[in-house]
């Protein structure tokens, strides 16, 4: 028995029927081609699926799609704007808070809840809001200057906060 669901998705409704089981990671990668929404591990530790749900960091390997149904959802494709990076992204490109890439887009949503909560954050802070976020290459050195760095950019400009975000 298949569900209708309705979500929009980096401002952008859509509708379709899914089966009651289909987890938003894979609503999101397969039925809507958004993958940059990463899976890692499948059981929810590595929080490379993270996206914003309701303007919350929530790993989406953990949410039905149907329960996502009337939720406004923003991965990392829906982060940047009119062509300009996010600061987040940003940031994280020029102090190069990645290596391989593959937790980036989990790790740069999670901050988008971060700095939302702390908008001027320590860097005790920054690895506490990211604990549910593992990276296996950087050593996080560079991923806390990186949100140090965007956060400095927000709340410098804060214009360059985006509703979404």
């Not at 296996?136 to 804060?158: D, M, S």
Request: charged fraction near 20%.
């Amino acid at each position: 028995m298949r569900h209708k669901v309705t979500i929009t998705v980096n401002g952008v409704t859509t509708t379709h029927e899914v089966e009651p089981r289909l987890l938003l990671v894979h609503y999101l990668r397969d039925v809507l081609g958004l993958t940059g929404t990463h899976i890692g591990c499948d059981t929810s530790q590595c929080g490379a699926c993270t996206v914003l749900m309701d303007g919350k960091a929530v790993k989406s390997c953990t949410v039905l799609a149907i329960q996502a149904d009337g939720a406004h959802i923003t991965t990392i494709e829906g982060l940047a704007s009119d062509g300009q990076l996010h600061p987040l992204q940003e940031a994280f490109w020029e102090h190069h808070g990645l290596q391989c890439g593959f937790c980036t887009p989990g790790m740069i949503m999670a901050s988008v809840q971060l700095l939302h909560d702390h908008p001027d954050p320590t860097d005790e802070e920054i690895r506490k809001g990211l604990e549910g976020n593992v990276c296996r290459c950087t050593g996080y050195h560079n991923i806390v200057k990186a949100v140090k760095e965007a956060a400095r950019v927000l709340r410098e400009q804060p214009a360059a906060v985006s509703e979404k975000a």
